[in-house]
């Protein structure tokens, strides 16, 4: 018995001890293990959040916005083409330094050139170091849309494009797109441990890295010498805690201030908790019932619109995604600017959408299939479930449903070759551009094989969709997206379900922590009181 | 006795490729693959899945792709993480002293107390401690590991304020592992409270851990006491006018450590899986969560090398078991 109350002294001494040294340090409770510390490489939000710290880009997003901001590079021209970007670069940016590697020179072209020479051109020694994948670089088609990248002086760095791209500036605010330090890949290479440039990261950015034990912590502490805003908290750590009730206990005993992905049961009480704030957001994502329009009756858009109808949306939020999700009506979500929020969604309306199913020819008792993805993902907690109540309401309308599944990669491969009638899927944004959304209803990627799991292409959509492409003024952009998104609703090739909704419970001492719209944790500007 | 150990380790090799054999095709059996599993909504394109497939070998036979495994474990090579790129061998290392750790405390938890509740219920054979005792043993049996570390969370942890929620160690402190045993570490590093806190963060996971071998190694105690406390040499002892705690503590009990002893050794394998939701309740940095993801991302290297290891661990307690017989009983020792 005396062991155990000094056991409890200790405890509460150590608690104690903790509070007061925790007025400058900020402790994330984050909800796993980064594969790494290259954004270039890995392709998880978690791995991305724990870079973030360390590294800049030539541009970022404002935080809590998907607006572009000058980054590394202090400002950029766009040749009257469109072909040519050129990156005016930020003079007297420091590298920070570590036990292994002490910078000699300041950020400046070569850097940006060994970055993405590193992700682009096989002949980088780098090319192939830490398995030498660049997923999101290939996703986002820089090898097709890059022509050439090159140095006009230390400080000016221009990027040729093979056809004018609008998005492209928003792609280098994406975490792939962060900048490495040359000299220490030199360094690192001729010491013979390539990888550690992966693994002990040095960057420009706010924090400076500090150590990482796998599956407990990751420290990091503020850069005196950062180019930007110094940052208001003098450590930052991970706590890397993969339970959310865990995570939700930890931040009620002030263990940590700032937590990922609450459990959806503990909302309630987290909303009532004096110590929390509750913050919250739509996610930067869809998910969405596609209809394969290659396949009859789906080939008519009234068949749509009638089974677009005869959904109970409501019921699918209220049951499926409980406080967590909010009911789409387009297929971009409302924190991306050019939503058209003028569109009327359908109505619930089972005997008009019986009726139009007569009208078009469908037969009582016609037989489709119903694909349900076997995995949770961030818009979508239960494809299975929004299956079946889906599987109900069509067959008020007279349509008996199949439904069908596969595993995670064999379900997207079917998908894609169009095997479905009808199936779910989703999506989320990578860099807050519309046009990131729409090329999943455009005509290129509905080949068989392609992302388009609704094989539609309609001419005028995909006329707004290439011109948008090209134009650089933004304003004009969005008009064209608005009219995409009348087009979208009124051919109905998919029926948008929800968009997710974010929350994130901080701390009442926490200030100036902000949502991200693209789902980052972002500490560069948060400060404790 | 020596060629009784070489025996067994001898023995171990045919356990070993079999296990090898398993896991390499059991992982493989499951749809997806390690390129596969790291895309989302996207997919991959047909030539980069070829070419990444080609990049891990993934693309020879799957014969060929055993025997170059077996190859390579034979040089001692576990292979490197396909996710994190870390070699197998570094990662196990740096995570296994935390589960070695926390199960060591969790048996001398089951085992401290889980021994004289067995031997109390026993002697009190009928009575309300023992219905009491075995009640309890019952019900820790039958505790879901996931909702007890929960639930003790949400009673020490957040309520009462007791006990630290999850991790190893209060992340004010900071020091380089060096053992990558924290009870040690934070004793070598000499800051002021380190060890305390170590101890505190131990306290909940040995209790969630250790629950269900307590209730089995003292149900187990009882009823080999109970069997061997109606052996006539115990009436014996008795009729010769032996204390009731030399009959029971050193007669009695010696022999009916055999039974629990085995018990103490399968219970082993099953601390292995409790470890895995422990670990992920109290975001324990050790195996178990390591290897649930490793399936989760199809990361064949991990999940291979990390049940041979695991496996090997196993086995060679098991060993150590049955040379305790001998020790306990020197009836059944192995030597010549």
């Not at chain 1, 971009?332 to 009327?344: G, M, Q, R, V």
């Not at chain 1, 889906?390 to 894609?416: C, N, P």
């Not at chain 2, 009731?244 to 050794?265: D, K």
């Amino acid at each position: 018995m005396k062991i155990f109350a000094r056991l409890l002294a200790a405890t509460m001494l150590v608690a104690g001890v903790a509070s007061a040294a925790e007025a400058k340090t900020l402790v994330y409770c984050s909800e796993g293990s980064p594969e790494n510390f290259n954004p270039q490489i890995n392709t998880t939000g978690t791995s991305f959040d724990a870079a973030r710290p360390v590294f800049n880009q030539l541009v970022e997003f404002e935080p809590g916005t998907t607006k572009i901001r000058p980054g590394l590079a202090e400002s950029w021209d766009v040749s009257p083409d469109g072909m040519e970007v050129t990156f005016h670069l930020r003079k007297g940016v420091k590298f920070h330094s570590s036990k292994t590697f002490k910078p000699t020179r300041d950020f400046n072209a070569d850097d940006v050139l060994f970055s993405f020479n590193r992700m682009w051109k096989e002949d980088s020694p780098y090319h192939k170091v830490s398995g030498g994948a660049y997923d999101y670089f290939n996703d986002m088609e820089m090898p097709t849309l890059l022509k050439s990248i090159d140095k006009l002086d230390d400080y000016t760095v221009k990027f040729t494009l093979n056809k004018p791209n609008a998005p492209f500036l928003a792609n280098l605010g994406m975490d792939f797109a962060t900048i490495l330090s040359a000299e220490y890949a030199d360094a690192m290479l001729k010491a013979g441990k390539p990888e550690m440039v992966d693994q002990q990261p040095i960057g420009t950015g706010p924090f400076t890295f500090v150590a990482y034990q796998k599956d407990a912590v990751i420290r990091y502490k503020a850069f005196p010498d950062f180019w930007g805003p110094k940052a208001k908290i003098d450590d930052l750590v991970f706590a890397i805690t993969k339970d959310p009730t865990a995570r939700w206990a930890k931040l009620q005993k002030n263990e940590c201030q700032v937590m990922i992905g609450p459990n959806p049961a503990d909302l309630d009480a987290m909303g009532k908790d004096p110590n929390v704030n509750l913050l919250s957001q739509p996610g930067l994502n869809i998910a969405y019932l596609a209809f394969n329009t290659t396949k009859p009756p789906f080939d008519k858009k009234e068949v749509r619109q009638a089974l677009t109808m005869a959904i109970d949306q409501p019921t699918i939020i209220k049951d499926v995604y409980g406080g967590a999700g909010q009911a789409a009506k387009n297929f971009i979500p409302p924190t991306i600017w050019s939503y058209n929020d003028k569109i009327e969604p359908y109505k619930y309306d089972p005997a008009k959408a019986k009726e139009m199913l007569k009208a078009a020819g469908v037969q009582e008792g016609f037989e489709s299939d119903l694909w349900w993805m076997p995995v949770t993902r961030p818009y979508n907690p239960n494809a299975k479930r929004v299956a079946e109540l889906m599987q109900a309401d069509f067959e008020k309308v007279g349509i008996k449903t199949h439904l069908v599944s596969f595993e995670w990669g064999e379900y997207r491969k079917r998908m894609q070759a169009g095997e479905h009638q009808m199936g779910q899927l989703g999506w989320s944004g990578d860099n807050g551009d519309p046009d990131n959304f729409f090329f999943l209803l455009g005509c290129e990627a509905a080949r068989p094989g392609g992302q388009n799991i609704a094989k539609w292409c309609n001419k005028d959509f995909e006329d707004l969709f290439q011109k948008a492409k090209t134009t650089f003024d933004l304003a004009e952009r969005a008009k064209m997206y608005e009219q995409m998104q009348v087009i979208a609703h009124e051919e109905a090739p998919v029926f948008n379900i929800a968009h997710s909704v974010v929350y994130e419970p901080i701390r009442k001492n926490v200030t100036n922590y902000k949502v991200s719209p693209l789902g980052r944790r972002e500490f560069a500007e948060v400060g404790l009181e | 006795m020596i060629s009784f150990i070489i025996r067994r380790v001898l023995l171990v090799i045919p356990t070993f490729v079999a296990i090898a054999f398993l896991t390499f095709v059991a992982i493989r059996l499951v749809p997806g693959d390690p390129v596969e599993a790291r895309t989302g909504e996207r997919g991959i394109s047909p030539e980069r899945l070829a070419y990444f497939r080609h990049e891990l070998g993934l693309d020879q036979p799957v014969w060929k792709q055993f025997l170059d495994y077996l190859w390579q474990i034979a040089h001692g090579d576990f292979g490197t993480s396909i996710s994190t790129q870390t070699p197998i061998l570094t990662e196990f290392t740096t995570l296994f002293p935390a589960t070695l750790e926390l199960a060591t405390c969790a048996m001398l938890f089951a085992t401290i107390l889980g021994i004289p509740a067995g031997v109390i219920a026993a002697t009190r054979r009928g009575t309300f401690v023992d219905y009491t005792l075995m009640g309890a043993a019952l019900t820790g049996f039958s505790m879901p590991i996931f909702w007890w570390g929960l639930l003790l969370i949400l009673f020490f942890s957040v309520d009462l304020g007791l006990t630290p929620v999850s991790g190893r160690i209060d992340l004010l402190y900071y020091f380089e592992p060096v053992t990558g045993f924290m009870l040690i570490d934070s004793w070598l590093s000499g800051e002021e409270g380190a060890f305390a806190s170590a101890v505190s963060h131990l306290i909940l996971p040995t209790i969630v851990l250790g629950t269900i071998p307590l209730a089995t190694i003292a149900r187990m105690t009882r009823s080999a006491m109970l069997e061997i406390l109606g052996e006539d040499y115990v009436r014996t002892a008795r009729a010769k006018g032996l204390s009731p705690f030399r009959v029971v503590g050193i007669h009695a009990l010696r022999n009916a450590l055999i039974p629990v002893v085995t018990v103490i050794g399968l219970q082993v394998g099953a601390l292995m899986a409790g470890a895995v939701l422990t670990e992920y309740i109290f975001s324990w940095p050790g195996i178990g969560s390591w290897l649930i993801e490793s399936i989760q991302r199809r990361d064949y290297p991990v999940l291979q090398g990390g049940i041979l290891l695991v496996s090997g661990i196993v086995i060679l307690i098991n060993i150590f078991v049955d040379l305790l017989y001998g020790v306990l009983n020197p009836r059944i020792r192995h030597a010549r």
